[in-house]
């Protein structure tokens, strides 16, 4: 194979490893690196000297970060970036109220099933509704449950046997 179908090759892998690290797994950053490995490599493979490839690598990587820090300053392409991010925010102005964990004071109590849990579903304990999921299994609608778990919002419970 010739050199210059590789640097080809590797140029075409570099910037498809870019463009996967950008829109199809942002954040990752294996890709972005081994498609950047891919792009030094191939300014290195059209040097001559090591010197000159690492001129060439370094100087790439230098105005590649001028351009980016600039991407973000000017505000004809700030209004570029913020179509690809999300600038809105749920506050509880807005009406967004999270829920809150206050449910390990129910762990132990046993209640009765409002409906069939399969495996979630609604419980009665002590007049109070709450949310419930099961360990898994079915439980039908009036049996008695406990409850056995609470992770944060979600309150586990299991068939109690009379």
Same mark, same amino acid.
């Given at each position: 194979?010739?050199?210059?179908?590789?640097?080809?090759t590797l140029i075409i892998a570099g910037i498809a490893l870019m463009a996967v690290e950008v829109f199809v797994i942002p954040g990752f950053g294996v890709s972005g690196i081994l498609g950047m490995a891919s792009l030094?490599?191939?300014?290195?493979?059209? *040097?001559?000297?090591i010197l000159e490839g690492l001129i060439? @690598?370094?100087?790439?990587?230098?105005?590649? %970060?001028?351009?980016?820090?600039f991407s973000f300053r000017l505000?004809? *392409?700030?209004?570029?970036?913020?179509?690809?991010?999300? @600038?809105?925010s749920q506050t509880?102005?807005? %009406?967004?109220?999270g829920p809150k964990p206050q449910n390990e004071m129910y762990l132990g109590q046993?209640?009765?099933s409002l409906t069939q849990l399969r495996p979630a579903g609604t419980g009665d304990f002590d007049g109070v509704k709450l949310d419930v999921v099961t360990e898994g299994g079915f439980i039908r609608l009036g049996s008695p449950i406990k409850i056995i778990a609470v992770e944060g919002t979600r309150i586990i419970v299991r068939e109690e046997k009379l």
């Open positions: 194979m010739s050199e210059g179908i590789i640097v080809f030094i490599t191939a300014i290195f493979f059209v *040097t001559d000297t060439y @690598s370094s100087g790439a990587l230098i105005v590649l %970060g001028v351009i980016f820090y505000p004809r *392409t700030r209004r570029l970036w913020k179509r690809f991010s999300l @600038s809105t509880s102005k807005g %009406g967004y109220v046993v209640g009765v």
